[in-house]
């Protein structure tokens, strides 16, 4: 727990940025676990979020980057330091064919600005349950397309508010990763070229891509997504299921009944049940098929029993 009065003090005077202390995390992640936070911001404006920074640069805190929280497990002892939550930060601007998103816009919303203005190459976004930053800091991707297919740069700022403009070679995307994960860099607003499309035919990848990720996936329980990496030559929820392993459950945490590659929530899941499956299912997987499922989502805080 944060007991420097004077960073309080100096928080709640900044404008446009909105703070709490020991704050639950729980409803800010999708998969509905997780303790609280010393201090949770959020940001309105990037000035704000300039003066955060400034004004923690010095303090022993540690940082954490929240968008939509999908594709994070949040211990059940929540995460000491400060939490600064994008979210609010979502504006999307349409230039000619390119899509200017500041990161805390979700991919749906992403999706549907690129649509509205009859824009093609970002269909494969909609209905992904995170935010731009969170696609960025992972190369998020789905049914053949990945964000590094139509990123050309980022704004980025560093550990003191410092503005950063990266190409997309600097940002370095491949599968699942970017700079992010590497270099202490908060994503701001990302430029994405796209190209004139079929406003109808658009709308219809959309809808399709839509149908089938509601019939494949769990979309209706609270999860991460996709729980493991996919496998070299293989795909995580067939290695899954075959070694018997769909439906199994550590206290309210399962193996989900309709994709095995997806880890739910079934009501009162804890963050350690979650883990605890996680590594159950890779034993299985591993003594079945002698491959070992890395896993996809981050764990943050402290997992200590």
């Not at 990302?190 to 494949?216: C, F, P, T, V």
Request: with cysteine; charged share 25%; glycine share 8%.
């Amino acid at each position: 727990m944060i007991d420097n009065q004077s960073l309080k003090v100096k928080l709640q005077t900044i404008q446009n940025l909105e703070v709490r202390f020991n704050y639950s995390l729980k409803e800010h992640t999708t998969f509905k676990v997780g303790g609280p936070t010393d201090i949770f911001a959020t940001p309105f404006s990037l000035n704000a979020l300039k003066k955060l920074l400034k004004a923690t640069k010095n303090q022993d805190l540690d940082r954490f980057i929240l968008g939509e929280g999908s594709n994070i497990i949040v211990a059940d002892k929540g995460v000491s330091g400060l939490v600064i939550n994008m979210t609010e930060l979502n504006k999307i601007k349409v230039k000619d064919t390119d899509l200017i998103a500041q990161t805390g816009a979700t991919l749906t919303a992403l999706a549907d600005k690129a649509l509205a203005a009859g824009l093609t190459g970002v269909e494969f976004a909609t209905g992904i349950p995170g935010s731009l930053g969170g696609a960025l800091y992972m190369n998020a991707g789905a049914y053949g397309g990945e964000i590094k297919d139509v990123v050309t740069k980022v704004l980025c700022l560093n550990e003191t508010g410092e503005e950063i403009m990266l190409s997309k070679e600097e940002v370095d995307l491949s599968y699942r990763h970017s700079i992010f994960q590497e270099k202490d860099l908060i994503a701001f607003e990302a430029h994405i070229e796209l190209d004139k499309g079929d406003e109808r035919q658009i709308k219809e990848k959309m809808d399709d891509l839509n149908q089938k990720r509601w019939a494949k996936q769990p979309m209706e329980m609270p999860s991460a997504g996709s729980i493991f990496k996919r496998p070299v030559d293989h795909y995580a929820g067939a290695l899954i299921e075959a070694a018997g392993l769909k439906g199994t459950k550590v206290g309210d945490a399962q193996v989900s009944t309709k994709h095995a590659g997806f880890i739910v929530n079934l009501g009162s899941a804890t963050a350690q049940d979650i883990k605890r499956l996680i590594k159950k299912v890779q034993h299985k997987v591993y003594q079945k098929s002698g491959i070992k499922l890395e896993i996809e989502p981050k764990f943050i805080g402290d997992f200590t029993d």
